[in-house]
């Protein structure tokens, strides 16, 4: 579902997309299950991102009036709310993050309205693998990191 490409069987980025995590972004990840909570702060981790965690919508709204984080990760509702708030949040404030959301169900009728309604992102976590560590790169993109000039111009052009 996510916009990004897919990456390597094993996780990696090739090397010639090695990408440069910008000093200092942080993602907060709004999830009030432990389990995709970890998998998420494990694969932020191994990409050199800081994270934080709130495991309610409530709390993920206080801290992301902080300004302190370039991307919210949440699941789409939990007991106290939609992800929905989060927008709402960034929108009052012009705090000028990206919700992504990371989902066990979300259809393409949902994806869309996701998507109109101001998620950045879907990503689905069913599956062996699922795709947390896109969330990283999502995150470091949206913070200005890009492949390393050297490597995107040794790349031969498309055909």
Same mark, same amino acid.
Request: with cysteine; charged share 25%.
């Given at each position: 579902?996510?916009?990004?490409?897919?990456?390597?069987?094993?996780?990696?980025?090739?090397?010639?997309?090695?990408?440069?995590?910008?000093?200092?972004?942080?993602?907060?990840?709004?999830?009030?299950?432990?389990?995709?909570?970890?998998?998420?702060?494990?694969?932020?981790?191994?990409?050199?991102?800081?994270?934080?965690?709130?495991?309610?919508?409530?709390?993920?709204?206080?801290?992301?009036?902080?300004?302190?984080?370039?991307?919210?990760?949440?699941?789409?509702?939990?007991?106290?709310?939609?992800?929905?708030?989060?927008?709402?949040?960034?929108?009052?404030?012009?705090?000028?993050?990206?919700?992504?959301?990371?989902?066990?169900?979300?259809?393409? =009728?949902?994806?869309?309205?996701?998507?109109?309604?101001?998620?950045?992102?879907?990503?689905?976590?069913?599956?062996?693998? =699922?795709?947390?560590?896109?969330?990283?790169?999502?995150?470091?993109?949206?913070?200005?990191?890009?492949?390393?000039?050297?490597?995107?111009?040794?790349?031969?052009?498309?055909?």
């Amino acid at each position: 579902m996510s916009l990004l490409g897919a990456t390597s069987v094993d996780n990696k980025m090739p090397s010639s997309l090695a990408l440069k995590i910008p000093d200092g972004a942080r993602i907060l990840i709004v999830c009030d299950d432990e389990s995709d909570t970890e998998r998420l702060n494990i694969a932020l981790r191994k990409a050199g991102m800081a994270s934080e965690c709130a495991k309610s919508i409530a709390a993920g709204c206080e801290a992301a009036k902080s300004g302190r984080f370039q991307v919210v990760v949440s699941k789409p509702l939990l007991s106290d709310g939609s992800w929905r708030r989060l927008i709402d949040i960034s929108n009052h404030y012009d705090l000028g993050f990206e919700v992504v959301l990371w989902t066990h169900n979300f259809d393409l =009728p949902d994806w869309v309205e996701a998507m109109k309604d101001g998620a950045f992102d879907v990503l689905d976590a069913r599956g062996e693998r =699922p795709n947390s560590i896109e969330a990283a790169l999502w995150a470091a993109y949206l913070k200005g990191a890009g492949p390393h000039p050297k490597a995107a111009s040794s790349r031969p052009p498309c055909a």
